[in-house]
């Protein structure tokens, strides 16, 4: 469950600025990885695509950086470092 509250965060986040940037469409988004996190990039990206059906975040290209330090204090969330937008 922890991970799925985890994406629903990046989901609302991602949403506000893709309706921000509009009419500009998100082609990709950068994330760090949390070592905590307890989702795998793999697990992370199929959720990612199951959640962005239908929307305006479907197709987007996920590219994932896993952080290692578990002392961090983003050690247990996703973390959306950057996101390009085309016009």
Do not use: K, N
């Not at 070592?35 to 959720?47: D, K, T």
């Amino acid at each position: 469950m922890h991970e799925w509250s985890l994406l629903a965060d990046l989901m609302r986040q991602l949403q506000r600025i893709a309706q921000e940037q509009q009419p500009g469409r998100i082609t990709s988004v950068t994330l760090r990885l949390g070592a905590l996190a307890h989702i795998s990039p793999e697990r992370l990206g199929a959720h990612f695509a199951q959640a962005a059906r239908g929307t305006a975040l479907e197709g987007l290209r996920l590219q994932i950086e896993i952080l290692t330090d578990v002392c961090d204090p983003q050690a247990q969330a996703i973390v959306l470092d950057s996101v390009r937008v085309e016009w």
